[in-house]
């Protein structure tokens, strides 16, 4: 995200610098939901609607809990490693001064998770 420059009154898009959204905190907070959820638990199909739906709540939850002026999207796929490649795109317009997204990729022995969280101030 590019450097906002704030206005006369400190703010940036209408919000002071607390109430922004880092992309670290988001970093930090999804690699510690897939790790909590997942681990180092081996690939289970039967398992992965329960992983996508914790990851997906735990995430929203301490979003949430960061009591900051923004709606979030959060989104989690999972796939077996078996060699095969997997891709995501995806794009917004937004105002970039405050609003963002952030993808982390993460995997251990057997499972690749992809996961990205939306923050759009209201």
């Not at 002071?16 to 907070?29: A, F, K, N, R, Y």
């Not at 990851?55 to 809990?65: H, I, T």
């Not at 095969?84 to 105002?95: C, K, R, V």
């Amino acid at each position: 995200m590019v450097a906002a420059v704030p206005d006369e009154d400190g703010l940036i898009s209408g919000l002071s610098e607390d109430q922004l959204v880092t992309v670290d905190e988001i970093d930090t907070l999804i690699k510690e939901e897939i790790k909590k959820v997942v681990g180092e638990s081996a690939f289970m199909h039967t398992k992965v609607n329960q992983w996508t739906s914790n990851v997906v709540e735990g995430c929203l939850k301490r979003l949430a809990a960061l009591n900051k002026p923004f709606k979030f999207v959060c989104t989690v796929n999972f796939v077996q490693k078996a060699g095969a490649g997997m891709h995501t795109a995806s794009t917004a317009l937004w105002d970039s001064n405050v609003d963002g997204k952030h993808t982390v990729q993460w995997e251990n022995n057997t499972i690749q998770c992809i996961t990205t969280v939306y923050w759009l101030a209201i």
